[in-house]
Nanobody, 122 residues
Framework: QVQLVESGGGLVQAGGSLRLSCAASGRTFSTYAMGWFRQAPGKEREFVAR????????YYADSVKGRFTIASDNAKTTVYLQMNSLKPEDTAVYHCAATKLATNNPSNYDYWGQGTQVTVSS
């Protein structure tokens, strides 16, 4: 069992920055990767970024490359999503999630946080 709790969302003007945090507890050693996803009203949940423990690599959706950065602390108990140059289209509920697979597909993620709202004004 893995428990995930997100924080750090809020309201920001376009061009601004936010840093989201995801605190992980439980059997985190059983996970392969941690990912960030987002879901806007009326839209399907989409992949944002992933950090792979086994491969030691990060992956990003094309829409956020160069603007967002995923990282973790040394103990791998917290995963961050640094979001810069935010755009109104980034507005969504952001979730962190854990998976045992090398995948960007949200359907393959086993554990999910409750989500944190990010709103970007134009």
């Amino acid at each position: 069992q893995v428990q995930l709790v997100e924080s750090g969302g809020g309201l920001v003007q376009a061009g601004g920055s936010l840093r989201l945090s995801c605190a992980a507890s439980g059997r985190t050693f059983s996970t392969y990767a941690m990912g960030w996803f987002r879901q806007a009203p009326g839209k399907e949940r989409e992949f944002v970024a992933r950090i792979s423990w086994s491969a030691g690599r990060t992956y990003y959706a094309d829409s956020v490359k160069g603007r967002f950065t995923i990282a973790s602390d040394n103990a791998k108990t917290t995963v961050y999503l640094q979001m810069n140059s935010l755009k109104p289209e980034d507005t969504a509920v952001y979730h962190c999630a854990a998976t045992k697979l090398a995948t960007n597909n949200p359907s393959n993620y086993d554990y999910w946080g409750q989500g944190t709202q990010v709103t970007v004004s134009s």
